[in-house]
């Protein structure tokens, strides 16, 4: 039972571009969503967050967007740097619940 | 201040086997929780300790247990390794009350190899 879902593997995007990262959840208890970032043999990184009390957050050129009637959130960096290269997850959590329920990642591809 | 601390970083080991892979917080922090990352099955909760006792557990045999140390430290030990418990074993560190969605911080991970 895949309570979040990343049903993109992979997307490739020139520099400079807009990047647009989806994710779909099934669990309307969720409270929070939250973007990490994961380079190969290292851990996630806690990327940017948002309650479902919104439907948008921003930091920098990261950009979080939820629509909770859709059950969708997405990730939109903008201008997309050779940096940004990495797998991105998306995860959810309940308000007490210590406990991260993640996507299977998007691998991004930021190409010069 | 020093990040969260996994070791071995690499580990080989044979079916059947057991393993055991320590995980050292963040300093201050009280909440550990361990996660396998699989390429087919992603990102998973294993289970997580707070103050020494297991507070959630995710839905993963009895072979894997786990345990948390008065200094917050924490392992996790699988015992008769299988093939499918190949993976990568991350750890979460965070202070563990309130809201922990901008305050989990990963180690770099264990990465298990069972032949």
């Known amino acids: 039972d895949q309570q979040v879902k990343q049903n993109s593997p992979s997307l490739s995007v020139q520099e400079g571009r807009i990047s647009i990262l989806n994710c779909d959840y099934t669990?309307?208890?969720?409270?929070?969503f939250l973007w990490y970032k994961k380079y190969p043999a290292e851990g996630p990184t806690f990327l940017i967050s948002?309650?479902?009390?919104?439907d948008k957050n921003e930091d920098g050129r990261f950009t979080v967007f939820l629509n909770k009637s859709a059950k969708h959130l997405s990730l939109h960096i903008v201008p997309s740097q050779p940096g940004d290269s990495a797998v991105y997850f998306c995860?959810?959590?309940?308000?007490?619940?210590?406990?991260?329920?993640f996507g299977q990642g998007t691998r991004l591809t930021i190409n010069p | 201040k020093a990040g969260v601390t996994q070791t071995p970083r690499y580990l080989i080991k044979t079916r059947g086997q057991q393993v055991t892979l320590s995980c050292s917080p963040i300093?201050?922090?009280?909440?550990v929780s361990w996660y396998q990352q699989t390429p087919g099955q992603g990102l998973q909760f294993l289970f997580e300790?707070?103050?020494?006792?297991?507070?959630n557990k995710g839905n993963f045999p009895g072979r894997f247990s786990g345990r948390q140390f008065s200094n917050s430290r924490s392992e996790m030990n699988v015992s008769t390794l299988e093939l499918g418990d190949s993976a990568l074993y991350l750890c979460?560190?965070?202070?563990?009350?309130?809201?922990?969605?901008?305050?989990?911080?990963f180690g770099q991970g264990t990465r298990l190899t069972v032949v």
């Open positions: 979460a560190s965070s202070p563990g009350t309130g809201i922990m969605n901008t305050e989990a911080f």
């Open positions: 669990n309307s208890m969720f409270d929070y």
């Open positions: 948002i309650s479902s009390i919104k």
């Open positions: 995860a959810a959590l309940t308000q007490g619940a210590q406990k991260l329920v």
């Open positions: 300093s201050g922090h009280r909440s």
């Open positions: 300790y707070f103050s020494e006792t297991q507070r």
